[in-house]
């Protein structure tokens, strides 16, 4: 039994002392969380890894998890003792750790002044995880080990888009379920619900239609809500904190056909009046690359609710004429 008590006690200290903060030169701060004892890191290694960057007031600023998104990158020789390249060399792959750079460091030796918006902050935050080290062989070539690296990379590429490809039905089906939605599924695949069919005029193309719209990702965040990636309704950009001065909010004018076929689909089912909610594949969206920069994820299903307040008719596109043989 004591021998039990004294390996316990012997694990949580050494648990206790692997997330103790210790200082590193140019006033580097850092925690590791967990180390699988691998070999560090070191110079001209390509690595694999997952973070979230925060400021001062632990606002996150990016996250490689919410896009889904690892980045993979050299590491290049560093600027100075306690840059982000030589912190890298403090871990191994399968580690995990939260390290603090300091800003005022790093505008001295860069000679840049601080990013405006960390002019109030002393340290940008990583927590990280060391998901894969690819390092180069004893005596290998430079040119065999860029090849090496560049067909494991597109194959760890390959097989993570094939993943999120393969899991957007789960995800059309968990947010159907979780909203407790009936749908109908059209011939393409967009499923929808009609609120509100409107008039009998519907939208063709060459028509313009003035309508309100919000749309919406598949994936909850961190408070578990559904996110918007955009919206016509200035009161809803501003709850959701999407609010963008200087962007004209309110009804908005739009040409049938210019949009993501899932979405011009969408308005011609219902007339002037009409309210709708589409549930857009990516197929019918957008598709494998998605639109990261609004936090479209690759093969992320997305929401739209509609409402056509007119319909202005235009003259219809002439048909091709047919090739003579």
Not at 81 to 107: R, Y
Not at 253 to 270: D, V, Y
Not at 294 to 304: H, K, Q, T
């Amino acid at each position: 039994m004591k021998k039990g008590i004294i390996v316990l006690l012997a694990a949580t200290l050494g648990l206790a002392a692997c997330n103790k903060e210790k200082k590193g030169a140019g006033g580097l701060l850092y925690t590791i969380h967990h180390s699988e004892g691998n070999e560090k890191i070191k110079e001209g290694d390509i690595v694999k890894m997952n973070f979230i960057q925060k400021n001062d007031k632990d606002s996150v600023l990016g996250s490689t998890y919410d896009m889904e998104s690892p980045q993979v990158f050299p590491v290049q020789k560093k600027m100075y003792a306690g840059d982000m390249n030589d912190v890298l060399t403090l871990f191994g792959e399968g580690d995990s750790a939260t390290f603090k750079v300091n800003l005022d460091t790093m505008a001295f030796y860069s000679k840049q002044p601080k990013p405006e918006q960390f002019k109030n902050d002393k340290y940008i935050t990583f927590t990280v995880k060391i998901e894969k080290v690819f390092a180069k062989k004893a005596g290998e070539a430079d040119s065999t080990f860029n090849k090496r690296a560049g067909e494991f990379f597109q194959a760890d590429f390959k097989a993570s888009a094939d993943k999120k490809k393969n899991a957007e039905e789960g995800k059309l089906k968990a947010y159907i379920a979780d909203n407790n939605l009936k749908t109908t599924t059209s011939a393409t695949g967009l499923q929808y619900i009609i609120k509100t069919p409107g008039n009998a005029e519907r939208a063709a193309l060459g028509d313009t239609v003035t309508l309100s719209y919000t749309g919406r990702v598949t994936k909850k965040n961190d408070k578990g809500k559904y996110p918007i990636f955009d919206t016509s309704d200035e009161k809803t950009a501003k709850e959701e904190g999407k609010f963008q001065a200087g962007r004209p909010y309110g009804p908005t004018k739009m040409a049938i056909g210019s949009t993501i076929p899932g979405f011009t689909e969408a308005i011609q089912l219902i007339g002037k009046g009409g309210k709708i909610t589409a549930i857009i594949p990516s197929k019918l969206g957008y598709g494998e690359q998605g639109a990261p920069q609004v936090g479209i994820l690759p093969y992320s299903p997305i929401v739209f609710d509609i409402e056509i307040t007119d319909i202005k008719k235009g003259t219809a596109p002439t048909p091709a004429a047919p090739a003579i043989k």
